[in-house]
């Protein structure tokens, strides 16, 4: 019985060991700044349910390079745009940066439609990549990635989960998070960078992806 114990302890230790390494494959970069947090150890995102604006699997993990996800929806007044802008003219300022790809997560699925997502990132760059999924999907990717949202009637300020019949013909805001969320090549969530979000800290985090 003693043996049979060890031997199992082994195995366990042999497996976290295992685990530890599998989650530190892709090393954090060696970069700080202001409203820049790295988690170690760091969640995979699950990618089921998520489809991309041309109806394919999406899948969190990119052999290729880093992803940086922004989660948010097309009605937003000013917060998306504006941060979509911010990202299209990083992508036309940076030379030779690490492989890369910008993905934009709509929370609002019941407006958002692929063609609606495809029309609004082409507007600020074709290369964006626009995700979307069912809300039992995106709750359980939000819920990882630590990227909160909720739905709000402009008037009264009530907040719900599920948005009825009258707050689909009036219209609601989208309360969501704003950070850009920094996933690695193997899927695992790294970090976030926090607004308020400009070139020049983007840009240097994107050529620290490698």
Same mark, same amino acid.
């Given at each position: 019985?003693?043996?049979?114990?060890?031997?199992?302890?082994?195995?366990?230790?042999?497996?976290?060991?295992?685990?530890?390494?599998?989650?530190?494959?892709?090393?954090?970069?060696?970069?700080?700044?202001?409203?820049?947090?790295?988690?170690?150890?760091?969640?995979?995102?699950?990618?089921?349910?998520?489809?991309?604006?041309?109806?394919?699997?999406?899948?969190?993990?990119?052999?290729?390079?880093?992803?940086?996800?922004?989660?948010?929806?097309?009605?937003?007044?000013?917060?998306?745009?504006?941060?979509?802008? +911010?990202?299209?003219?990083?992508?036309? %300022?940076?030379?030779?940066? @690490? $492989?890369?790809?910008?993905?934009? *997560? /709509?929370?609002?699925?019941?407006?958002?439609?692929?063609?609606?997502?495809?029309?609004?990132?082409?507007?600020?760059?074709?290369?964006?990549?626009?995700?979307?999924?069912?809300?039992?999907?995106?709750?359980?990717?939000?819920?990882?990635?630590?990227?909160?949202?909720?739905?709000?009637?402009?008037?009264?300020?009530?907040?719900?989960?599920?948005?009825?019949?009258?707050?689909?013909?009036?219209?609601?805001?989208?309360?969501?998070?704003?950070?850009?969320?920094? +996933?690695?090549?193997?899927?695992?969530? %790294?970090?976030?960078?926090? @607004? $308020?979000?400009?070139?020049?800290? *983007? /840009?240097?985090?994107?050529?620290?992806?490698?």
């Amino acid at each position: 019985m003693k043996k049979k114990a060890t031997w199992l302890t082994v195995v366990l230790v042999v497996l976290g060991v295992g685990l530890v390494l599998w989650n530190s494959r892709f090393s954090i970069p060696d970069l700080q700044m202001p409203g820049l947090q790295w988690f170690d150890p760091a969640p995979r995102l699950p990618a089921s349910g998520l489809e991309d604006t041309e109806g394919r699997p999406f899948r969190w993990d990119w052999p290729q390079g880093w992803t940086i996800a922004f989660f948010g929806y097309t009605h937003c007044p000013d917060f998306c745009p504006d941060t979509l802008a +911010v990202l299209a003219r990083v992508e036309s %300022r940076l030379q030779n940066a @690490p $492989p890369h790809r910008l993905v934009f *997560v /709509s929370v609002d699925p019941y407006r958002d439609t692929p063609e609606i997502i495809r029309g609004y990132l082409e507007y600020f760059d074709a290369g964006f990549i626009g995700v979307v999924g069912p809300p039992e999907a995106l709750q359980a990717v939000t819920t990882e990635a630590g990227a909160f949202y909720d739905y709000e009637d402009p008037d009264s300020g009530e907040v719900f989960r599920v948005p009825d019949a009258k707050a689909l013909e009036k219209g609601y805001l989208v309360n969501h998070f704003g950070a850009l969320v920094l +996933v690695d090549p193997d899927g695992v969530m %790294r970090g976030h960078l926090y @607004p $308020p979000l400009d070139e020049e800290r *983007v /840009s240097r985090l994107i050529l620290a992806l490698q």
